[in-house]
């Protein structure tokens, strides 16, 4: 029989008994996954010095990720139209879980833990209509899967939790097929959009584009600490035009379209890669992997700087700026005024640096 001093005891152990965190997986900065020389995949984990803290291998190429908010424990998506992900534990070096996407559907390739770590929640896209789920996985339940709720739109693509926890989507607006060339099937009807959802899939607020930019897919995601969402978009129209590629927007609020200078929107070439925010200030970078150059912008949408860098697109929260990889396994940082190199692997990074 259980005394109340064995109780006690048990439990005071129990509490005396660290928690594992990512301090056990060596304290990395950031996850990128990226391609190796031989032609094969892995997740590295690496700080902001440049050190790389550890590699995982990959069955295949992956796109993008999140990173527990408290463990040493990652997910990591397959490159769309992929339907698994892996739950890795980054300390032991293993996949914990392998989620398989339900039939009909397909991961977007990225997802967002709940604030704190309990749930996780997928971006999806059904197969036969494009039409955009969110799935819910429980941690606790071994990443079980327990509900899903609609996107409010059509293709989703990233997924992000909010400063006050709730979720944002980024609604992609097209419908592409399931071939090797994802073929669009859409762009004249596109209808991205911005969606806030709460964590049971209640809609609470959405945001569409202006009808002469209904061809601006919405793709990728960032949160300041106010609030504000900035959001990466992709444009499907005519190669002669130059669109905005970056919003901001405040709940409640018109979204502001960040506009550039006529020379230097054209060297975007019509391509937003990965969007953030600096840790420390009001600055908001999108990268052009395609332009080989990123553009910044300050909280109200003003442009500040276009530094060049070949096949820039991962980009993440730094201290003092930006953290940025590109395609030649470089990492570089953006401070105050100026692009500096901070080192250089012997991989193809993908397209986002994940900010722990």
Not at 157 to 166: M, S, T, V, Y
Not at 235 to 253: F, I
Request: glycine share 14%; net charge negative.
């Amino acid at each position: 029989m259980t005394t109340r001093r064995g109780f006690l005891a048990s439990l005071a152990a129990a509490v005396a008994i660290p928690s594992v965190t990512w301090a056990d997986a060596g304290s990395p900065d950031y996850l990128a996954a990226a391609r190796e020389p031989d032609g094969s995949f892995a997740l590295y984990g690496v700080t902001a010095q440049g050190q790389q803290r550890f590699r995982i291998p990959l069955p295949g190429r992956g796109h993008a990720g999140a990173g527990h908010p408290v463990r040493p424990e990652a997910v990591t998506f397959a490159r769309r139209p992929g339907t698994y992900a892996l739950v890795i534990d980054c300390a032991q070096g293993h996949v914990i879980r392998t989620l398989t996407a339900p039939e009909g559907h397909h991961f977007s390739g990225h997802g967002a833990f709940s604030a704190d770590g309990e749930l996780l929640f997928t971006g999806e896209i059904d197969n036969a209509t494009g039409s955009g789920w969110i799935g819910q996985w429980t941690r606790a339940g071994g990443y079980r899967r327990s509900g899903q709720f609609a996107s409010g739109g059509i293709g989703p693509h990233e997924i992000l939790r909010r400063p006050d926890g709730g979720l944002v989507v980024a609604n992609g607006g097209i419908i592409a097929a399931l071939d090797d060339d994802r073929t669009k099937l859409n762009l004249d009807t596109m209808r991205p959009n911005l969606t806030y959802l709460a964590l049971d899939g209640t809609v609470e607020e959405q945001v569409e584009l202006s009808p002469d930019l209904h061809w601006n897919s919405i793709r990728h995601l960032a949160a300041h600490a106010d609030g504000t969402i900035a959001f990466a978009m992709q444009w499907e129209g005519a190669a002669a035009v130059t669109p905005p590629l970056l919003g901001l927007h405040r709940r409640g609020q018109a979204p502001v379209m960040c506009t550039l200078p006529d020379a230097m929107a054209t060297r975007m070439q019509n391509y937003g890669g990965s969007v953030a925010f600096e840790a420390a200030g009001d600055r908001v970078a999108i990268t052009s992997p395609k332009g080989g150059v990123l553009a910044i912008f300050d909280l109200d949408g003003t442009f500040i700087d276009m530094p060049v860098r070949a096949d820039v697109c991962g980009v993440g929260a730094a201290p003092d700026g930006f953290m940025l990889t590109d395609g030649f396994g470089g990492m570089a940082r953006f401070g105050a005024n100026a692009l500096a190199g901070v080192a250089a692997f012997d991989v193809a990074w993908d397209n986002h640096l994940i900010t722990i």
